[in-house]
Structures are given as structure tokens and as C-alpha cells.
């Protein structure tokens, strides 16, 4: 065998042809012992937040070995948290030292601080394995370039950097376990398709399972339990960080250990803000994807899977706006650089398969629909977040994530009977390893991505949007085609 042949490149192909039997893991390394053949070598990209949070679950899983991090901040303590000191104690958790950083009263992340803890816990850990210490990149080329014998990555950057990431490890023939959305502009979520089918990658968003009680519920609907659907209402909390009003004009210095550059990465130039980063960024269109790119793809994507909604045939948006006082005018402000605090969307699908066509409506920022008066008769809860199923027949009302569903039929109020299966978290860990693809594969995520960035383009139109799929061309209003694409900063083209 060649020596520079890539591990998994050459397990793949013998396992393909019968070219030698796994061993039990009892005859290789004793009881929990999981063979190098068995096992994932993974790089984790991005050290924030919601990184830490996760990262757990990869380092208590067996068959996965966390082998590099990568993120342009170095250490600090910025970053932002859902409850005061969430982080820290997670971090000391995973540490095993209930002191570590007792002084440090701000949520810490970081690539130092992802190495030091991937290392320590595997060194409390995994004492038994042999493996080499937990490498750390500021620039994810140079992870990709020198880390060869990785298997996958994955990605939990901000929004904009999905793709370009996504893209490039798919292209070094590596796996992609991603946070959601694939893409914050139509143009590169199909990119990102179109490379995972070139390159026959295997693939995860970590949205997927979240709400499979819709995903039942869509198949109560396509029984007929309420007769023909005509519309969906899903309605969220989101925003639950600022949405910034007004581009930042002053000029901090840049936190030393913090290469913004490559922060920006594709993004347009623009002087350092703290506004734009640490889990601020989902507000601005550059950076994020809004709140139905946080939420609604964990609650939409089985009902776009069930009903087979696919790419919406239009898009039209209503939101908040502000006001400022010019030359003692008062004047609504332009913004097309930032979501707006609120905002309804309404999105046509055309007639497919057995069912008529279909109207989905999203809401965020405390915005919730109409109950119909079949529903509002029994003096229902509306609750923060839900989400409506209208038929001709009757109504279904269930929690955000299709939970405890309500059945509203001939003016009864009754549970409507689903049975959830299990969320199958693991299927991609069996998918990388060479099993069949896993549920939440990108390719089965091309409708709802389509649909969630073709809603930042009717916001930013500031009118109904009709697209033409197969062309990926707005045809009522030209002008607004350029929001299905990003302006490059030079050397960052996909």
C-alpha cells in the first residue's frame, strides 16, 4: 500500500469489495474499545457559543475524535450566552475542574479554549486511546489543507460562512455534519447541493428530528383527517437577540487574538463591530438568516418533507420598520441591512402530487396569526410559539414542534392521535462511517432552504417576489435578483 494513502479513502474501498473482516472491538481493545475503522476523525469549525454547547455530545461519543479545532478568535470572554455563566460551567464540566476561571465573570470561547478542553477531556477521558494532541487553525484552508486525514468537519461558524466552509471540505472529499441554514442566500444553498451530489459526500443538518411530530402530523393531513389543506401558520418568539436599527458608526479596535478578516470571510469589507459577531450577526442580512433561518427550519422542514411542499412558486414579506428625525422631519428609515424587528411571511406553493396548492405563513418578533373561530370557540391558549394546520374540514393547533397536537373538527376539541418516532440522532455517525444517507442529508433540505432565503428577498424587495425555480430568476421584479446572490470580497468567489 502506497504510503500516503488516505485512511479512509482506502477503508472505504475495502469494505466495498470484501477485502478484509472489521474485528470485534472485544479481540482489538476490550469492552467499549472502538477500532480506528469504526471511528470518525473530525474537525470542529467554530468555537463559540453554540459550539461549546454541543460539543459534548461529540466528545463522549466513541466513535468520533475530535482531532482539530479552527476559529479566528483566539480566547476571550465576549462572547453571548442564554443564561449567566451557562458556558463556563459547561466548559468546567467537560474540564472536570470546577474552578477553571473563577475570576472570568464573561462567557469564554474560542480555539485555545476548544483545544485545551477536546485535550483535557480526552486526556480524562480516553486515557486508554492513543491519540495525538488536538491541533488548533485560525483559517479553516490551512485546517483542510494540512489535516488530511480527517473524515468530516463540522461547521458551526455564522450563517455566512456556511457555504464557503461547507463547500470547501466537501471538495477535500470530507463529510459535513452542519448547523442549520446550509446557506444564507438561495444562490449558495444550491451550491452547497450541487456539491454534495458532485462529490457524493455524505452529509447532516443538525436541524433534522426536531420536529418530527410534524412530520406525523403531515401524514394525519395527507389521511384526510381535516379534508384538503390550504394553510400552515407557524409563529416563533424569535428575535431573542438584538435587531440593530442603524449601521455602527464608531470605530472600536478590533480584540486583540481576533482576526476579523477572516471573521468577514466572502462578507463586503467593513470596519470591526461588536454588533456584528457573537450571536448578534443572525439580525443582519450580510452575516445572518433571520429568525425563520434560526427556528423555522427545525419546525418546517419535516412538514416541507411530508406535504413535499418543495420551492415556493412566490414570497411576500411585511415587517417593522423605524422612524428618525431629519431637519425636524420625522422620516422612515431605509434598511436593507438588517431584519426588522417583526415580520409576516406568506409563501405559495403550487398544487402537487394528490394535494391543491398550499399557502405557509411564518411569523416572528411577537407577531402571531388569527385563530380561526373554530379554534378560538374553546378558548384556547395561543401560546409564544405554534403552529396551525387549516383544512377545509377542521383545524390542527400543536405546540411549535408539532407537540401535544389538537384535533378542531365539527366543533370538537380533541388530541389528534400521532405516533413520533424516535429522532434517529445518530444516523448520521452511521451515514460518515459508510452506512446509507442519513434523514437529514442537505438534499433533503433543498425546499425549506429555498423557501427561508427566498424570504429575506421578498423582505428586502419589500414586495411579493415570484420566482421561476428552474431559472432561479425573480420574474415580476428583476431588480431584487440580486438578493438571491452575495457580493464577494475578492478571493472568497464560490
Known sequence: MAANIDRRKFLGTAVASGAFTILPRRVLGGPGHVPPSEKITMAHIGMGTQGFAEL?????????????????????????????????????????NPSWRQNDNGCPGGREVGRLVVDTFYARQRAADKYKACAAYVDFRDLLANEKDIDAVKVMTPDHLHATVAIAAMKKGKHVLMHKPIANRLHEGRLVLRTARETAR??????????????????????GV???????????????WPQYTEIPTDRPAVPKGFNWDLWLGPATDRPYHPHYTHTV???WYD?????????????????????????????????????????NVSRTVHNDFAYPTACMQRFKFAARGGRGPVELFWYDGGMRPR??????????????????????????????????????????????????????RGAWIEAFLGGEASPGSFLNAAGITDAVNLGTVALRAGKKVVFDSENMKITNAPAADKYLYREYRKGWEL
Not at 227 to 239: A, C, D, F, K, V
Request: hydrophobic share 35%; charged share 20%.
Open 371 to 424: 385563530l380561526p373561530e373554530a379554534v378560538e370557540a374553546h378558548d384556547v391558549e395561543m401560546g409564544r410559539e405554534g403552529i396551525l394546520f387549516i383544512g377545509d374540514n377542521g383545524i390542527i393547533k400543536a405546540d411549535f414542534h408539532g407537540q401535544n397536537p389538537r384535533l378542531f373538527v365539527k366543533g370538537e376539541n380533541k388530541p389528534l392521535q400521532v405516533e413520533t418516532p424516535e429522532r434517529g
Open 281 to 283: 450577526f443572525r439580525g
Open 287 to 327: 452575516f445572518g438568516g433571520g429568525s425563520m433561518a434560526d427556528m423555522g427550519i427545525y419546525a418546517l422542514w419535516p412538514v416541507f418533507t411530508g406535504l413535499d411542499l418543495g420551492t415556493p412558486a412566490s414570497a411576500e414579506a411585511w415587517a417593522t420598520h423605524t422612524c428618525t428625525i431629519s431637519d
Open 56 to 96: 459534548g455530545g461529540l466528545l463522549e461519543e466513541p466513535r468520533i475524535q475530535i482531532v482539530a479545532v479552527c476559529d479566528p478568535n483566539t480566547d476571550s470572554s465576549d462572547y453571548v450566552e442564554w443564561g449567566k455563566g451557562s458556558i463556563r460551567n459547561r466548559i468546567r464540566q467537560y474540564l472536570g
Open 202 to 223: 455524505q452529509t447532516h443538518l443538525l436541524a433534522y428530528g426536531s420536529g418530527v411530530a410534524n412530520g406525523q402530523i403531515c401524514q394525519a393531513i395527507k389521511q
Open 226 to 240: 381535516i379534508g384538503s389543506l390550504r394553510e400552515i401558520h407557524n409563529w416563533t418568539n424569535r428575535p431573542v
